[in-house]
């Protein structure tokens, strides 16, 4: 069993920057690939970024390409999402996920996921 603990969310203004943090349990973190969803109120929960167990490899949705990062620290067990100029259409729940699967298509997918953290709310105002 792993249990995810995001933080980090919080109330920025359009332009600003915040950068949330997910904590893994265990001593197997550096077995799974991480990425970050979202979801907006009335929508379904999409896809954000990924990162592979290595870290060498990222993935990102096209609304959010240039703007987040996604970075892991396999030694704190830690996976971080670094979201600058932020856009009020950014605000939403973002959950912090872990995948047995690394493929490029897997990570990029809800269904690809065994674990899911509790959430972090994040509001852009304009």
């Known amino acids: 069993q792993v249990q995810l603990v995001e933080s980090g969310g919080g109330l920025v203004q359009a332009g600003g920057s915040l950068r949330l943090s997910c904590a893994a349990s265990?001593?197997?973190?550096?077995?799974?690939?991480m990425g970050w969803f979202r979801q907006a109120p009335g929508k379904e929960r999409e896809f954000v970024a990924a990162i592979r167990r290595s870290g060498a490899v990222t993935y990102y949705a096209d609304s959010v390409k240039g703007r987040f990062t996604i970075s892991r620290d396999n030694a704190k067990n830690t996976v971080y999402l670094q979201m600058n100029s932020l856009k009020p259409e950014d605000t939403a729940v973002y959950y912090c996920?872990?995948?047995?699967?690394?493929?490029?298509?897997?990570?990029?997918?809800?269904?690809?996921?065994?674990?899911w953290g509790q959430g972090t709310q994040v509001t852009v105002s304009s």
């Open positions: 996920a872990a995948a047995s699967g690394s493929s490029g298509y897997v990570v990029q997918r809800r269904s690809g996921y065994d674990y």
């Open positions: 265990g001593r197997t973190f550096s077995g799974y690939a």
